[in-house]
């Protein structure tokens, strides 16, 4: 089984300001990395699939970077709306898929 | 548009057996692959089954394998989860979500989920 290692687990952040969020696999997953949101109550929301692509409907200020075993989440500028917990998944050959333990996103 | 509703979550005993199932509606049910994804209270997020388009393929997390069955019936646009042997450690929130394909085909995982189902495994 692939292990997905977020880093780091909690991230303060002031509004306005650069987020970097990390996620690192066990072995090459290639491009098939996703990134999820998860705002309290609420189910997951994708955000990034294939690494770098984002999903309809995400603003342009979520982006995503990296292949093989290193990946990269950014929020340029955070939004008050963007303070969650955010996953990543890897999605290499057909199962299984896992998650990383998340980063929470935090106002500082 | 896309809804995904879940069913069937509730409090039972350890060892017993719980069905979940996942109305779909909005897409073509029968074209895409679909998963359950649980969480744990206060936890993060833990995969713990897929199945294709036809149902002709499966896969499980080790943590369920052997006791939990993943199903779906196209004619009814329904997805299920058969859960037996269940413990403590399954209690958690229970959620369908919808595979996909972007403009270009390229695949697009679980861009679609349900509100969730709470199971709590108690005696």
């Known amino acids: 089984e692939i292990v997905m290692t977020q880093s780091p687990a909690t991230l303060s952040v002031s509004p306005g300001e650069r987020a970097t969020l990390s996620c690192r696999a066990s072995?090459?997953?290639?491009?098939?990395l996703a990134w999820y949101q998860q705002k309290p109550g609420q189910a997951p929301r994708l955000l990034i699939y294939?690494?770098?692509t984002r999903a309809t409907g995400i603003p342009a200020r979520f982006s995503g970077s990296g292949s093989g075993t290193e990946f990269t989440l950014t929020i340029s500028s955070l939004q008050s709306e963007d303070f969650a917990v955010y996953y990543c998944?890897?999605?290499?050959?057909?199962?299984?898929?896992?998650f990383g333990q998340g980063t929470k996103v935090e106002i500082k | 548009q896309v809804q995904l509703v879940e069913s069937g979550g509730g409090v039972v005993q350890p060892g017993r057996s719980l069905r979940l199932s996942c109305a779909a509606s909005?897409?073509?049910?029968?074209?895409?692959?679909m998963h359950w994804v649980r969480q744990a209270p206060g936890k993060g997020l833990e995969w713990v089954a897929v199945?294709?388009?036809?149902?002709?393929?499966?896969y499980y997390a080790d943590s369920v394998k052997g006791r939990f069955t993943i199903s779906r019936d196209n004619s009814k646009n329904t997805l299920y989860l058969q859960m037996n042997s269940l413990r403590a450690e399954d209690t958690a929130v229970y959620y369908c979500?919808?595979?996909?394909?972007?403009?270009?085909?390229?695949?697009?995982?679980?861009?679609?989920w349900g509100q969730g189902t709470l199971v709590t495994v108690s005696s």
């Open positions: 979500a919808k595979d996909s394909t972007d403009d270009y085909g390229d695949y697009v995982p679980l861009g679609y």
């Open positions: 909005g897409f073509t049910f029968s074209s895409y692959g």
């Open positions: 199945i294709s388009y036809d149902g002709s393929n499966k």
């Open positions: 072995q090459s997953v290639s491009s098939n």
């Open positions: 294939g690494a770098s």
């Open positions: 998944q890897q999605y290499n050959n057909w199962g299984p898929w896992t």
